[in-house]
């Protein structure tokens, strides 16, 4: 077996410095000039980058008990929403798992599309009549309400987003911005938006609910007997993780569809083409754009060595530019998505810890998408195209400000 290759690094640090000023360009340049496993060093961490189909089943699938959330990114998330479903490992994420499931079951995902509808009529009517808007900010604050209600029963007051949206966008930077650097103290500005999210997610969990036929997450959670701590830990990772995902989906999505007049009309008429542009979007802009795992014992990855210990990171950005698997990989073609699926395509993850909310998600943005698309055109404000923000999620740097117009070609 073989030492993965890996770029040269400096002296204790690494690859800290190219880590901090470009992650997706170091890891891009790696996996071109190195192949399916490359190492690198983070400060004293060692990291493998595993870029192939082939190897990222071994990992997140076929040899998934030797790959669990023991890593650095967990512990981050971990300083904000606690122990849940998304850092627990073994038996406890088991247990969470199997009682959290039946709110993403089909039936019950199919309730919700009731409230995904109410909020996208509700964006369109904050909308209409405005020449230029925000859509980062307008896309979190609607899946936010989303998520809120469908999972939680709660339907939040603008005055509850709006205290909420700042705090969340400093938490998970700030988190992220530990991953490149060899400290992690936490800031203030960090406790007080801790504070800040906690008081949102109690008005959360005290709104009053509407009856239903399916139980929704929080019911699921009272009858799995979760303590008032568990019930704040998941209702946090639910709320961040169900609204800040979906957000970016389709805010890069109108970012891609802003430049394509024709493409954006033919998802305007065809809930088909939209699919196709949603899932091009998602291999193009993954919001989850790196899982990492920490390696339990040691393993062999494509004939590369991995100790017993190390971190092995899979990146949905790098391997859906993978050129053995995407022809022209950096260009938006939504028709590529005619085709099955390639192995190469993992916007949600894949094996047991595959998102639990991936059906949710892509019902979500297929009809607040598709009730935008039909009423409105959106262009760009700015002739720059967008740029890559890779946080916890991969954002659009500075938020996305689009033109848009009443609908000419309905
Ligand atoms: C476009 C939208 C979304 C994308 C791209 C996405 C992506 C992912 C990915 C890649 C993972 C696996 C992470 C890993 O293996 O370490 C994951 C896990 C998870 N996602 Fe999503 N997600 C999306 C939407 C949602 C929504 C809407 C919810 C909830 C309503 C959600 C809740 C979760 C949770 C709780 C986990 C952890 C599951 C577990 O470990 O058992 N996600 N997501």
Redesign the pocket.
Known sequence: MRKAPGPPSLPLIGHIPAFRRDVLGLLAAGVRDYGDVVRFQLGPRPVYLVNHPDGIRQV?KTNARNYD?NTRSTRFFHDICGES??TSNGDE?QRR?HLLQPAFHRKAVEGFTSIMREESDTLVARLDGHGEFDASSAMMRTTFRV?ARA?FGADLSDATINALEEPIALLLSESFARHGSLLSWKSRAFTRAMRQLDEGVATVLAAPRPETDVPDLLALMRIGDYSAVDLRNEAV??LL??HE??AN?LTWLLAYLAVRPDEQTRCARDPDALGRALSET?RLS???WI??RHAIGPDEIGGFSIPAGVSVVVC?YTVHRHPDFWTEPDTFDPERFHAALPPAY????LGP??????E??LM??GIIAGTLLARFQFSPVSDSPPVPDPAITLRVRGGLRLHISPRSDP
């Open positions: 997140l959330k479903l998304l994420w798992r998520v999972l990772t639910f993780g169900g995902t979906t989906a998602l993954p919001p989850i899982i990492e949905p993992i916007p949600f993850g810890r595959v998102c639990i909310g991936k949710f998600s979500e943005a």
